[in-house]
């Protein structure tokens, strides 16, 4: 073999052992491997207490970031098997069935009723019947008829249309209805709580996704603001993940969910993040949204929704960006605060960038389950 050859062969060899490793879902850098990194997150959340959107004061009752990470934390405990992370979980809920219980959120919002879905999950790995009844009544109640303070005309056309009467057309509704919805179907194997989802789902699909495949925060606010299309992301993931086959509605919801990817592949940063305006070069970089990107699209290749080929690398690229945000305390950085909707991109670009805030922590747990699932 001359010289020239032996240039020739190695260096497709190198190529080929480069591009293993950027479209490679199982072996990571040391400390970004997501067995690592997730059990470092869930132990911070454990002893964490009740968080309030980063005011000093505790608040009223679970909000939903904390909902979305402790049930990040439950599913990365399933995942990997780790039955005291479990226990310690269920101990953080004991208290809300006596002592804390006006903590528990009266389920007449999305933000509130999503906190179903963590007792749903605590019951699937424990089989105790009082998280059953709680999880399943929150779910039962979202379909209810119309009731409380929360009530506007609208209410009663949504609820007169089969949706649920929380609907709202924010695209934030379509993780909180989902998770709650899709575990209740998990659970009972009753398919009328997934299809109640699947219905909702592309209604917004119908309503809110735009010709480049992402979503305005809502119908009167068109800026593709990047958490709150994660939620959407999040969401379409989630019922997937769980939507029969034949369900007459999947064929549009992996429509939807393929035309966001493919537009997301798009925007990604060269770091692999996602940013605060998705669209707009000059705005930040921000942790959420990205962690909720690469929820979705690890699960699409490792599921087989997405071409491995064109996804896997960008799914790569996505946790190892994710892991970064994360400082020394594991605390998650760059996460966009609790948002409003408003119609003003400077109002986007001015939401201040927090550490350590759940809506940074959870969709780490997600991702890293994902990659282990």
């Known amino acids: 073999m001359n010289r020239y050859t032996s240039l ?59 909902t979305c990470t402790w049930y990040g934390a439950l599913t990365f405990a399933r995942v990997t098997g780790n039955k005291d992370l479990t226990k310690k979980l269920a101990n953080r809920f004991e ?44 779910a039962d109640k979202q379909w209810g008829p119309p009731e409380g303070p929360r009530v506007v005309p609208a209410s009663h056309i949504y609820y ?9 057309m924010w695209i934030d509704d379509m993780y909180m209805i989902n998770a709650l919805q899709t575990q209740a179907y998990r659970v009972t194997k009753d398919p009328k709580y997934i299809d109640r989802a699947a219905k909702e789902m592309v209604v917004y699909l119908d309503s809110l996704q735009k010709d480049n495949g992402l979503f305005y925060h809502a119908p009167d606010v068109p800026y593709f603001w990047g958490r709150g299309n994660g ?3 999040a969401g379409m993931t989630e019922i997937l993940s769980s939507l029969p ?16 990817m493919a537009s997301l592949l798009k925007y990604q940063a060269s770091s692999g993040a996602w940013r605060q305006l998705i ?54 950085r760059e996460v966009c605060e609790g948002t409003n909707k408003k119609n003003s991109k400077q109002y986007y670009f001015d939401r201040q960038r927090i550490t350590g805030d759940l ?6 747990l997600w991702t890293a389950a994902a990659l282990l699932e």
Request: proline share 8%; hydrophobic share 35%; aromatic share 12%.
């Open 8 to 66: 020739i062969l190695g260096f497709l060899l190198t190529g080929s052992h480069i591009y293993a490793q950027s479209s490679d879902l199982k072996n990571w850098p040391k400390g970004a491997s997501p067995k690592e990194v997730g059990l470092k997150i869930a132990e911070k959340f454990v002893v964490t207490p009740h968080t309030n959107f980063n005011r000093p004061t505790p608040p009223r009752v679970i909000s939903y970031p904390e």
């Open 95 to 138: 208290p809300l069935f006596h002592e804390e219980a006006k903590m528990i959120p009266v389920p007449d919002h999305v933000d509130y009723s999503v906190f179903g879905s963590v007792p749903l999950e605590l019951y699937k790995q424990t089989k105790e019947q009082k998280y059953y009844d709680l999880g399943m009544g929150i």
């Open 160 to 168: 007169a249309q089969g949706l649920t009467w929380q609907t709202r």
């Open 231 to 233: 939620w959407m992301a």
């Open 245 to 260: 086959e034949n369900n007459p509605n999947r064929p549009r919801i992996l429509e939807g969910y393929h035309k966001m």
């Open 279 to 332: 669209d707009e070069p000059s705005s930040w970089e921000e942790s959420s949204g990205t962690g909720m990107f690469a929820y979705a699209m690890v699960t699409g290749v490792k599921k087989g929704w997405l071409d491995k080929s064109k996804y896997a690398p960008a799914a790569r690229k996505a946790w190892l960006a994710l892991v970064n945000f994360i400082d020394e305390n594991n605390n998650v």
């Open 359 to 364: 809506h940074g922590q959870a969709p780490v």
